[in-house]
């Protein structure tokens, strides 16, 4: 049984349709990436299964059950967005950003500081900012902290949309290699990416054009040149 | 002049406790929150009702006065708030406004407009302070703002406390760790009704009081004290109310007793307030932006 299975899903902004039906199967323990251009309905899809925008048609199967309710019983459930753009705590340190990833998890002591020590490991850089405010980061550093704080509710399926964003190529391949670990580590991952450098990590790729699933691919070599090709030729 | 030091001090007590619950919402949503000064007119008014009017225990009234303090903010953010969430920050301010007036019109409407006596929670004469007689109600007020200071200021370092500030920064975000909204805006309008029934139970046996009685004449200092303070800090709140109140007793004593300069306490308070924005405009205790 796949950990999420979507099918036939619609949704949009406003009166405004995006996502004209969207089917896709990732199964728990996978690297999976998302790729499309720009206004193909990537973002859209990750927002509407991580609960920030309503499905207006369709179903989401997660762990086998329909996946309802609002963001924040999708994160106790298990689905950690981490957004595009950061979104950080600007005017918070480092180390309250985190805790405040732990928020569905507070209560767990143990846990928390568990998941503290885990990013810590994965984002060395991170224990070292810990005091420093979040806003005054690099892009770099503030895309480190914001996967570091979608790990901190124990996530079994973490999105991440667009983590490449305006970063270095130095930089995107130390982030690619951040999640590629947290994958191994046994977190689900759906990646929406741009670039398709990521590719070469992931063992399922989904091309998206025009709110729509046009091609699935798996397998690296085979998924590189079809799904490459489908996304940015469009054949 | 020490007496008008010691009368200010306890005059300002009930604006910096104002004060507090202007900075929770201002930090937690980036509201002027002018409907602050009615939840402690709602308080008194219910309290007085069910201790004077129905002869019921003190503590029946108190614990009323407040639950009525706590349901009006939960009915403000449901009704006013939350539905104007997206609009601009001037109709948020003119809708809080008109929650005050409405708060006001009601009273009047519900009880006499007449001047009424609240008990104090203490009885007993005055308490010689630097030559002025200060009430004993007035020196639980100045207690519990300083007790109610330091608890906000707490708060906001707390898991709590952090969701809140969050939320204010950035609200996506909030919800993608998994804060909701919804309990966050319940929580902060809960707690400022809170804090304001608390000014208001507090202050309204220190004299005569009427409807309207904290919006009219409270509030302006209280907001004087919290931009005094620097708007985001509750030490700056405390401060800033107790500053607010001995200059405007200090102003009556320099400026209307020995010169007869008339309107003298509010020339002083917004002497001080001219003067403190244009050397540091970000307040005594706010961070420069």
Redesign the interface.
């Known amino acids: 049984m796949p950990l999420l299975e979507v099918s036939n899903l619609r949704a949009g902004y406003g009166s405004v349709p995006v996502l004209h039906g969207v089917d896709m199967s990732v199964e728990e323990g996978s690297n999976a990436v998302l790729l499309g251009l720009n206004g193909a309905g990537k973002s859209t899809t990750l927002m509407t299964l991580?609960g920030?925008l309503p499905a207006t048609g369709g179903e989401i199967l997660y762990r086998g059950r329909p996946l309802t309710g609002?963001?924040?019983a999708r994160?106790?459930a298990g689905i950690?967005?981490?957004?595009e753009g950061r979104?950080?705590?600007?005017?918070?340190t480092v180390r309250?950003n985190l805790?405040?990833?732990a928020?569905?998890v507070?209560r767990d002591a143990r846990r928390v500081r568990q998941n503290l020590n885990d990013v810590h490991s994965i984002f060395p850089r991170l224990a070292e900012r810990a005091d420093q405010q979040a806003g005054t980061l690099s892009g770099g550093e503030q895309q480190m902290l914001a996967i570091g704080?979608?790990l901190?509710?124990s996530p079994r399926l973490l999105l991440i949309d667009e983590a490449s964003l305006g970063l270095s190529p130095k930089l995107t391949e130390q982030v690619f290699a951040a999640v590629q670990l947290i994958n191994q580590r046994g977190v689900t991952v759906l990646m929406v990416e741009q670039n398709a450098g990521v590719l070469a990590q992931a063992d399922t790729a989904f091309v998206m054009q025009q709110g729509r699933i046009t091609a699935t691919g798996s397998g690296s070599r085979t998924l590189e040149d079809e799904a490459v090709r489908a996304a940015y030729f469009g054949s | 002049m020490g007496a008008f030091f010691a009368l200010g001090l306890f005059q300002g007590a009930v604006y910096g406790l104002l004060a507090v619950g202007i900075v929770l919402v201002y930090k937690a949503k980036r509201v002027f929150n002018f409907a602050q000064g009615e939840f402690g007119g709602v308080a008194a008014f219910c309290a007085f009702g069910l201790t004077v009017a129905l002869g019921l225990p003190y503590w029946v009234g108190v614990v009323g006065g407040l639950a009525a303090a706590v349901a009006m903010g939960l009915v403000v953010e449901r009704v006013v708030v939350r539905p104007l969430e997206s609009s601009s920050r001037t109709i948020m301010l003119v809708a809080l406004v008109g929650v005050a007036l409405f708060a006001v019109a009601v009273t009047v409407l519900a009880a006499e407009p007449v001047p009424r006596v609240m008990p104090p929670i203490v009885e007993g004469g005055t308490v010689d302070i630097l030559g002025a007689g200060i009430l004993p109600q007035q020196l639980i007020l100045l207690a519990v703002l300083a007790v109610l200071a330091a608890a906000m200021a707490w708060f906001f370092k707390t898991d709590l406390g952090l969701a809140v500030l969050a939320s204010s920064q950035d609200l996506r975000a909030a919800q993608v760790v998994g804060i909701s909204p919804t309990a966050v805006s319940r929580l902060v309008w809960g707690l400022a009704a809170l804090l304001g029934g608390i000014a208001g139970l507090l202050y309204a046996p220190v004299g005569i009081f009427t409807p309207g009685f904290m919006t009219f004449t409270m509030l302006v200092p209280a907001f004087a004290a919290a931009v005094l303070g620097g708007m985001t800090s509750l030490p700056g709140a405390f401060i800033g109310g107790l500053a607010i109140g001995v200059v405007q007793n200090l102003g009556i004593y320099l400026l209307g007793q020995q010169l007869a300069v008339p309107g003298a306490a509010e020339l002083g308070v917004f002497a001080l307030l001219m003067l403190v924005l244009l050397i540091r405009p970000q307040g005594l205790f706010g961070k420069a932006v």
């Open positions: 991580a920030l609002p963001p924040s994160v106790r950690v967005l981490v957004p979104h950080v705590f600007p005017a918070l309250q805790r405040l990833g928020w569905t507070r704080r979608g901190m509710s």
